[in-house]
C-alpha cells in the first residue's frame, strides 16, 4: 500500500543500557513489512526532559523520518524504560507530525498508586549484577569490578530518568485512547504482574499479551512481535478511518 494511511512508521525507544535484540527485532520487522523504522533515544537526564532539549531532537529526527517515508501512521514502541519514552513523546509527536500515533509497551512496567516502578536506581552493584547474568551479560565482564563499576553506574542514572518518566506519568495521566502491551514470564526484574495492570492508567482500551520469554524480544518472539504490532497498527488505521 501507498499514500499517508497505507504506509506507516515504527519508531523504537530501547530499554536502559542499550537496544540489544529488540531493537534489532523491530528494525527486523519493519524492514519485512516494508514499513519505515527510527530509533530514538532515551532522554539522557531529566534537564533533558525539562528544557524540552530531548523532545526537539526526537521530534527533528521524526520530521526528518516523514519526510523520507511520507507515512500516514506511526507506531511508537518502547522497550522497558523506553516505553515511558514512547508515553511521554506520544502527544507531542502526534500534533507536532499531524499524524495518528499509536504505542506498544515491551516489558514496560505500570507505575504503582505513588507512581513508583521497579529500578536500577537504588541498587548495589551486586544486585545488579545479578539481573545482568540473568539475561545473559558475559560473566567474565561482571567478574571485573571496573567493568561492573562503570556498568552499574550507567544503568543506575539511566533508571533515575526513568523514575523521573514513570512520576510524570502518574501525575499528568497516561495519554492513549488505545494501548497495546507485551509482557512475558521469564523478565527476571519486570515479570507479568508488573505489565498487566495498565488498563487502570488508560482511558480506553487496553491489549495485555503475556508470553514466554526473557526480557529482551529475540528472534524466538519474532512472530508474536509482528502480530503485536499489527494489532496495534490497526487500531491507529481504526483512528483515522
Known amino acids: 500500500m501507498s499514500g499517508p494511511q497505507g504506509t506507516s512508521l515504527l519508531v523504537a525507544f530501547p530499554a536502559a543500557g542499550s537496544g540489544g535484540t529488540t531493537l534489532e527485532q523491530l528494525e527486523k520487522l519493519a524492514a519485512r513489512r516494508g514499513m519505515g523504522f527510527l530509533s530514538l533515544p532515551n532522554p539522557p537526564t531529566a534537564e533533558a526532559v525539562e528544557t524540552g532539549e530531548w523532545q526537539r531532537e526526537c521530534l527533528a529526527g521524526l520530521s526528518r523520518a ?60 551486586e544486585e545488579i549484577a545479578q539481573i545482568l547474568a540473568h539475561e545473559g551479560f558475559p560473566q567474565d565482564l561482571l567478574d571485573d569490578e571496573d567493568v561492573l563499576a562503570e556498568v552499574a553506574g550507567r544503568l543506575r542514572a539511566e533508571a533515575s530518568v526513568a523514575d523521573g518518566l514513570a512520576r510524570r506519568l502518574h501525575t499528568d495521566g497516561v495519554p492513549p485512547e488505545v494501548l ?10 519486570i515479570p507479568p504482574r ?16 503475556v508470553a514466554d520469554g ?22 491507529i488505521r481504526t483512528e483515522i478511518e
Open 66 to 125: 516523514l519526510d523520507d517515508t511520507g507515512a500516514g501512521r506511526v507506531l511508537l514502541a518502547g522497550h522497558c524504560m523506553g516505553g515511558f519514552s514512547a508515553l511521554r513523546l506520544r502527544d507531542p509527536l502526534a500534533e507536532h507530525a499531524g499524524r495518528a500515533v499509536g504505542v506498544l509497551l515491551l516489558n514496560t512496567p505500570c507505575p504503582d498508586g505513588e507512581g513508583r516502578i521497579p529500578t536500577m536506581s537504588e541498587l548495589a552493584d
Open 180 to 189: 497495546h502491551v507485551l509482557s512475558t514470564r521469564g523478565d527476571f526484574f
Open 194 to 209: 508488573h505489565c498487566v495492570t495498565w488498563h487502570e492508567r488508560v482511558r480506553g482500551e487496553t491489549h495485555v499479551t
Open 214 to 235: 526473557g526480557h529482551a524480544i529475540d528472534a524466538g518472539l519474532a512472530g508474536l512481535l509482528e502480530r503485536t504490532v499489527d494489532a496495534a497498527l490497526a487500531d
